[in-house]
């Protein structure tokens, strides 16, 4: 089982303004509620075990920045482990979502283009050299832009940083139709994916260790893993997408 794509909506536009306009949809129609997007596993499932492999090569004084953010969910639990947390989306909707959910102000949320080389050097500015957090962005972003993205990841950890990248394989796409298609129609979650054009994008085994090498970023660590989704197969199993991770920064 495949998932069909017909690009995102907003034919008359760039293809960056319909990428951009395509997660901000998203984000406007959905409640922003913790585990009502397909991805937004609990951080017990997600953050929790990836700060397991991440923390032995990452400074704890130094801040986290987690890219991608959506509504927040993950960038909650980076803040119990790092002294500054701030949280960054492509969707001012996203961030809206991530805020309102913040009620103890525990983390910062600002909308952040990860391809607007000026912007993520201004964040890198304000805040200095962080930690990344960043999962499944990379094939979520379109291929001309996953080289802006990483370099992104470099300018951000700076010198002292360091990144920690989960990404899925090309193997999960197959797996992914499942929580979106089913015999009998799409799933809510699915349905609402579908409808603003988001879908599983090819990423080659060794793109992503390539680009990160590309943005002067050295692989520290790596191994494989599964992400966590928030469906679950008839006889009651969660979906889990084969994924690699990668820890990176600059070298010593």
Known sequence: MTISHTG??????????????????????ASG???????????????????ELFAPHADPALPVVDLGCGN??????????FPRAVGVDISAAAV???????????AEFERLDLTDTEAVRALHARIGDANVYMRAVIHQSRPEDRPAVAQAVAEL????GRAFVAELTGAAKDVLAEAILRPDGPS?????VMKHGLRPAEVAEDE????????????????????????????GERIVLPARWFVTGRAD
């Open 208 to 235: 992503v260790p390539s680009l990160l090498r590309n943005a002067g970023l050295t692989i520290l660590s790596e191994g494989a893993i599964t992400l966590a989704m928030t469906e679950f197969r008839p006889d």
């Open 8 to 29: 995102y909506p907003g034919a008359c536009m760039s293809t960056s303004q319909q990428y951009a306009q395509a997660w901000e949809g998203f984000w406007r129609e």
């Open 96 to 106: 809206e979502h991530a805020r309102r959910a913040d009620t103890g102000g525990v």
């Open 157 to 160: 950890t700076g010198a002292r």
């Open 72 to 81: 927040g969910t993950q960038t909650r639990y980076l803040a119990t482990r």
């Open 33 to 51: 509620t913790p585990g009502d997007a397909i991805w937004d596993a609990d951080p017990s499932l997600t953050a929790a075990p990836h700060l």
């Open 188 to 192: 809510p979650k699915g349905s609402l």
